[in-house]
């Protein structure tokens, strides 16, 4: 069962050769098996998900399917919602979110919710309120963050696909690290109501990672389109998602982008998965042109943080208004205070400075690809293979900490910033070593121009039947 994908575990419950009862015992069995290995959940919550079945599911393409969602935003209601913070400890979403409520359309049950570090804010799945996400390649290192819960529940064998968000890389880096797919829809894609249309001044979105492409692409066509007060909607695809894994992309012109906006270049292990994605890409038919647009990376460093803690802050100070005590910084991590600080004191000209910043890249970075007649730029997901846990934890020295991020993923961000869509592609595994004798992943990133995630799947699609990866398993695997 474990071999399946979300929509071939929805066939078998339409042909009655297993019942949504049968697929979620299993799937919460697989979870407990998981959490005991690798921690990768908040909360698990089968009762909710058996009462689910017990009213009658939609009918819909996942009818069935067992499904999680990320302790973070994405309401199930019921169910705990923390953000990974103890000062969110006993939070219960009372209702559920607009998302969640396009997810049960589509006939999946829902079980748990999977770990982030405290509020989204860091590339590793590590907090004080549940302590640390391993990976599955490798217990000593991080899952990648701030959806490792979800990347590695996937990665794990635990279920197919998961729900998971990125402000900054948080579905693609994850999914670097874990060896699964992961795809970063376009600013206004996805909704992320009722009571917000946006996150972070526009720079997360949500969607998922999962084992195979068409997972991902079946449920974005589930998910996408307006919602109750929405200011932007993305372009309306042309033609279904799931369709365009029907065909191959045609010659693409890929701009193969090395160096980061911040100046960082990729390791030795990072840089043979960008040499063998390009011959890879030259065999099918591509054409591979080593160039990069010319940003502003401090600008935008700055333009994140400063966006970033002034959204944390207002968070912060918002929710402990509706609880009747301000939030203090024993509640938060330390680096989350500092930020709230500093999210404090951000001048007001310097939140519309950053705004002008994001919109310059994203002029730039569309300049350039039609400058050079690009269709898409490749980088690695991941400058180096996943870190050891605690390096970038939300409790490590700053400085370190922030030395540790600037050269993991640094061209990651720069999507969110601009609202363009780019991917994960796991086609590069390390040397295998002691402690990962399977090796350990990195992905390869694959950005596009806003709105054209269809390009996007079509390509991955073909490097999945080119290079598959689902057959992979890691040493911690529960299927």
């Given at each position: 069962m474990t071999e399946l994908d979300g929509l071939g575990q929805a066939q078998m419950v339409r042909d009655r050769q297993v019942s949504a009862s049968e697929l979620l015992e299993a799937a919460v069995s697989r979870a407990e098996k998981a959490q005991k290995s690798i921690n990768c959940f908040a909360a698990l919550f089968p009762d909710l998900a058996r009462e689910q079945i017990a009213r009658g599911l939609s009918e819909?393409?996942?009818?069935?399917?067992?499904?999680?969602?990320?302790?973070?935003?994405?309401?199930?209601?019921?169910?705990?919602?923390?953000?990974?913070s103890r000062a969110y400890r006993n939070v219960v979403s009372t209702d559920d979110t607009t998302l969640v409520k396009r997810y049960r359309e589509a006939g999946l049950v829902f079980f748990g919710s999977t770990t982030t570090p405290e509020f989204g804010l860091?590339?590793?799945?590590?907090?004080?309120?549940?302590?640390?996400?391993?990976?599955?390649?490798?217990?000593?290192?991080?899952?990648?963050?701030?959806?490792?819960?979800?990347?590695?529940?996937?990665?794990?064998g635990v279920l197919p696909v998961a729900q998971a968000s990125d402000g900054g890389g948080s579905i693609r880096i994850p999914a670097a690290c874990c060896g699964v797919f992961g795809l970063k829809p376009s600013r206004g894609r996805i909704p992320m109501g009722?009571?917000?249309?946006?996150?972070?001044?526009?720079?997360?979105?949500?969607?998922?990672?999962?084992?195979?492409?068409r997972d991902s692409a079946a449920l974005l066509d589930l998910t996408h389109g307006a919602e109750t007060g929405s200011r932007y909607l993305a372009t309306p695809p042309a033609r279904p998602y799931l369709s365009e894994l029907d065909r191959d992309p045609k010659r693409l012109r890929i701009a193969l982008w090395r160096t980061a906006p911040n100046g960082t270049k990729p390791d030795a292990d990072a840089a043979a998965g960008l040499e063998a994605t390009a011959k890879l890409l030259e065999s099918l038919g591509h054409v591979i042109v080593e160039a990069g647009p010319m940003l502003n990376g401090e600008a935008l460093g700055k333009a994140g943080l400063f966006t970033i803690s002034a959204n944390i802050a207002a968070?912060?100070?918002e929710h402990g208004?509706?609880?009747?005590?301000?939030?203090?910084?024993?509640?938060?991590?330390?680096?989350t205070a500092g930020m709230v600080r500093l999210g404090r004191t951000v001048p007001m000209v310097e939140l519309a400075k950053a705004?002008?910043?994001?919109?310059?890249?994203?002029?730039?970075?569309?300049?350039?690809?039609?400058?050079?007649?690009?269709?898409?730029?490749?980088?690695?997901?991941?400058?180096?293979?996943?870190?050891?846990?605690?390096?970038?934890?939300?409790?490590?020295?700053?400085?370190?900490?922030g030395e540790a991020i600037a050269g993991f993923a640094p061209h990651c961000a720069v999507f969110n910033h601009m609202g363009a869509p780019a991917m994960s592609v796991p086609l590069h595994w390390t040397a295998p070593t002691a402690t990962a004798p399977a090796g350990l992943p990195i992905g390869m990133m694959f950005g596009a121009r806003y709105?054209?995630?269809?390009?996007?799947?079509?390509?991955?699609g073909q490097l999945e039947r080119a290079a598959p990866w689902a057959h992979r398993k890691p040493p911690e695997w529960v299927g």
């Open positions: 819909g393409p996942y009818t069935g399917v067992p499904f999680v969602t990320k302790d973070l935003a994405v309401g199930v209601k019921g169910a705990p919602l923390t953000g990974g860091t590339l590793t799945t590590e907090s004080t309120l549940y302590g640390q996400t391993r990976n599955p390649w490798d217990r000593t290192r991080i899952a990648g963050g701030s959806s490792g819960g979800a990347a590695a529940a996937v990665a794990s009722p009571s917000r249309t946006e996150g972070w001044n526009g720079l997360s979105t949500v969607h998922v990672v999962s084992r195979t492409v968070q912060l100070d208004a509706a609880r009747g005590r301000p939030v203090t910084d024993d509640e938060i991590e330390p680096v705004n002008n910043v994001f919109i310059t890249a994203a002029i730039q970075y569309e300049h350039f690809l039609d400058a050079g007649d690009f269709d898409l730029t490749l980088s690695p997901t991941l400058h180096r293979a996943p870190d050891l846990l605690g390096t970038m934890a939300l409790t490590a020295d700053t400085q370190k900490m709105g054209q995630e269809g390009l996007l799947l079509a390509l991955a």
